[in-house]
Structure formats: C-alpha cells, structure tokens
C-alpha cells in the first residue's frame, strides 16, 4: 500500500509545522526532525550529531 501510494499524488501524512505532506509516514517522522533539532545520528570520531543517516555517511 505504501510503495504505491509514493508513485500517487495521495499524502495522507502533513507535518503540523509546515505545508509539506509525505505519502509515508516514516518521511514525515524523518522530516520532523527538521523542526525538532533531533540529531540521532552521532559521529564516533566528533561528536558531531546529524539528523539522517546518510548524512552521518557523507561526512
């Protein structure tokens, strides 16, 4: 259901701080983290805190 819901135009999932709705629930939860400052995913080497994963891998 979800897979076919992000190749629709149907977003069931608005944030409540912005326009931006998601067609998955777990994009919302990540995009919340955007307004949040939730930076779960720590550097070992910094410190340094990042709010995705693949932003952890590219630095």
Do not use: I, M, N, W
Request: aromatic content about 6%; glycine content about 6%.
């Amino acid at each position: 259901k979800a897979h076919l819901r992000s190749h629709s135009q149907l977003k069931p999932f608005s944030c409540t701080h912005c326009p931006r709705a998601f067609s998955r629930k777990h994009d919302l939860e990540r995009h919340s983290r955007v307004h949040s400052g939730d930076k779960p995913y720590l550097c070992e080497a910094c410190g340094k805190g990042f709010p995705r994963s693949d932003a952890l891998r590219r630095h």
